[in-house]
């Protein structure tokens, strides 16, 4: 799973500049209130790890799988733990940009520490909605076409339920709404914020869990393309790895050698040197 993130990361590389863009549009974003910065920080690092389904199609990586020994299941599994791993480093970056943001914002935060935790959690829920949202149907559909039922979609949700507690919030007798909410929060941390915690761990799980049990039930095809071609029937070594797999086509088998980050696959040949196939 940590190998294919890695694939998935350095086959978007032409991305990789982009990502420092994406702290300057959260603290942008905190000139309205430091409240806003974390949630617009986890919500754009998750939306960059989605240039993996777009590189996926415009790179046709889904040709070169069939070339490595892996699973259409392994790779939901790495690109699943890289969104998480973008998610994660959002939030872990977006706790300063909001405490410098708060320093030219138009509303300052003067309310207690413990009053940012639900604003933390609420990130992490959001997160899970979101991923819950996108990647099973740019999974299904491809980047292409699952980017706006996928993508565009949800920004427009979230762009209306905002709207609509701007609204709210600035109805008459609810100017300090938003604070309420807050102390009520801080109060029942167990309830409120535990609550959230586990809602959105369960949303990831039993999300990943439906994905990746989906992929291996059914033969995943995109474009006609097989992505079950090969099956292992043989590995030995934990660091310096040997395995063995079948195309399950031709009955060719081929010897897969990994040591670090160095690996080859080639055909696996007898003693006559020729390659060795299962009938």
Request: glycine content about 8%.
């Amino acid at each position: 799973m940590a190998r294919i993130a890695l694939f998935d990361w350095n086959a978007m590389k032409c991305f990789h500049l982009r990502i420092f863009l994406l702290p300057v549009i959260s603290l942008a974003a905190g000139f309205i209130t430091a409240l806003l910065v974390v949630p617009t920080n986890v919500f754009m690092f998750l939306f960059f790890s989605v240039n993996t389904f777009a590189v996926e199609e415009k790179g046709d990586l889904n040709k070169l799988y069939l070339t490595l020994p892996i699973t259409r299941s392994s790779v939901v599994a790495g690109r699943y733990a890289l969104s998480l791993s973008m998610g994660l480093l959002g939030l872990i970056t977006g706790i300063p940009l909001a405490v410098l943001a708060d320093r030219f914002s138009i509303s300052h935060y003067y309310g207690p520490i413990g009053w940012f935790l639900p604003v933390i959690t609420i990130s992490y829920l959001l997160f899970s909605v979101f991923n819950l949202c996108m990647f099973p149907i740019l999974f299904k559909l491809g980047y292409s076409k699952g980017k706006f039922w996928g993508m565009l979609v949800p920004i427009a949700l979230f762009s209306v339920l905002y709207g609509v507690w701007v609204i709210v919030s600035s109805l008459p007798g609810n100017e300090y709404l938003l604070f309420n909410i807050l102390e009520y929060a801080s109060q029942n941390m167990l309830l409120v914020n535990g609550g959230m915690v586990v809602v959105a761990t369960l949303i990831l799980y039993f999300r990943f869990c439906f994905q990746k049990g989906f992929m291996q039930i059914v033969n995943f095809n995109l474009e006609g393309i097989r992505m079950d071609r090969f099956k292992k029937v043989y590995q030995q070594g934990a660091i310096d790895v040997i395995e063995i797999w079948v195309d399950t086509e031709t009955g060719v088998n081929y010897v897969f050698h990994r040591n670090g980050n160095a690996a080859g696959f080639t055909p696996l040949l007898d003693k006559d040197g020729k390659p060795i196939v299962t009938p």
